[in-house]
């Protein structure tokens, strides 16, 4: 069965410090990855994707992740946090097989001190 | 910004009443659906559609029905709301054109029932 697991629930980081959430999935096919941040009381915004080609990806707000298929992981990093990063994240994996549906994880959310 | 609009954004049900949340999008896509976010659960699909008429279950569809008579609305009914329901909800929408395409979600409604 499709399913993503975010091990960590809850994280806390000092600003300035550098930051890696977990993120794992089971997906039989090719995996299409996200991650997405959600604000209190505000919808999701993507963060950033892979479906194909280079492994890193870039997002927005200075964050990137890593696909390694032979871990089923797609990590997301921030080599600096701002205070402003302070949110809740989700992974989530797109399945192809049929209709198109998106799987999420349970979230991480993030803590951060000034 | 994607053009998705839940109504009602906050509601206070009672046990027992039916409930219809509404999520209109201005983006004429294709795929639609409808997510329930609880903590501890992140967001778990209850049903989507991939055109007009065209529905599905997601995994947690028990006591939810959905319709989509036209490509831009799309809505969600509670039968008998029960306090299980309580949650926050969320439309998303995507196209699917080609592979990878992240889904854009709206601003959530927060549905209590008492």
């Known amino acids: 069965a499709q399913s993503v697991t975010q091990p960590d629930i809850h994280i806390t980081v000092s600003e300035g410090a550098s930051l890696e959430l977990r993120c794992n999935y089971s997906y039989g096919a090719t995996p299409y990855l996200f991650w997405y941040v959600q604000s209190p009381g505000q919808g999701l915004q993507l963060l950033l994707k892979?479906?194909?080609?280079?492994?890193l990806v870039q997002g927005i707000k200075g964050f990137e992740a890593e696909f390694k298929r032979s871990q089923s992981s797609f990590n997301l990093r921030k080599p600096s946090v701002h205070w402003s990063d302070a949110a809740e994240y989700f992974c989530a994996v797109g399945t192809t097989s049929g209709t198109y549906k998106y799987i999420f994880g349970t979230g991480t959310r993030l803590k951060v001190l000034a | 910004d994607a053009g998705i609009t839940q109504s009602p954004r906050h509601k206070v049900t009672e046990t027992g009443t039916p409930v219809t949340l509404r999520c209109h999008q201005t983006e004429n896509h294709r795929y639609m659906y409808w997510y329930r976010q609880d903590p501890g659960h992140g967001l778990r699909l209850i049903h989507y559609s991939y055109g007009v008429k065209d529905t599905d279950k997601g995994e947690v569809s028990d006591g939810y029905s959905v319709s989509r008579s036209k490509t831009e609305d799309f809505l969600l009914t509670l039968e008998s709301a029960t306090s299980s329901q309580t949650s926050v909800y969320f439309c998303?929408?995507?196209?699917?054109?080609?592979?990878?395409?992240?889904?854009?979600f709206g601003q959530g409604t927060r549905l209590t029932v008492v």
């Open positions: 892979y479906f194909s080609g280079d492994t």
């Open positions: 998303a929408i995507t196209e699917v054109q080609g592979v990878g395409t992240e889904a854009f």
